[in-house]
């Protein structure tokens, strides 16, 4: 939430003044490695799904007709969409609109699941104590020739 809003301040500032509540900003306004979480787990999961359904909210405000076309091209609302779809699922039916947060057994494998916000193409790895995340390349295999003697 804390890049997607930085690039939609950058691009459309007053757009974002406009959509965006006050109280959304003690919840996104710094970046999650510089907040603190609830101790309380319930208190946790509360926020957790404060902050999804203020991403959801996001999204539908940056995908509807009335908003500047250039907003939906930009990378961080690309990581928000697919963060909102591997940590939540939404339930959009009128009267039973509910939002669900996924347990860690419930998110997809960290092999598929995004490392990062940063690159969207990052995976975790692991090999035996040894775990990390970058984008994944295949290099080709050097052809080394025989030369005849």
Request: with cysteine; net charge negative; charged share 25%.
């Amino acid at each position: 939430m804390h890049w997607a809003l930085n690039q939609l301040s950058d691009v459309e500032p007053t757009w974002v003044q406009q959509q965006v509540p006050p109280e959304w900003y003690p919840r996104c306004g710094l970046r999650s490695d510089q907040a603190r979480l609830p101790k309380e787990a319930s208190t946790r999961e509360t926020l957790a799904r404060q902050i999804g359904a203020d991403g959801f909210q996001h999204l539908e405000w940056v995908l509807a007709t009335d908003s500047p076309l250039g907003l939906r091209r930009l990378p961080a609302l690309e990581a928000l969409r697919q963060i909102c779809l591997e940590q939540y699922d939404r339930c959009t039916v009128p009267g039973l609109e509910a939002l669900h947060w996924h347990t860690r057994d419930e998110q997809p494998p960290s092999a598929v699941r995004m490392a990062s916000p940063d690159d969207l193409e990052a995976s975790y790895s692991s090999k035996r104590d040894t775990h990390w995340w970058a984008t994944s390349c295949t290099f080709p295999r050097p052809v080394i020739q025989a030369s005849l003697i």
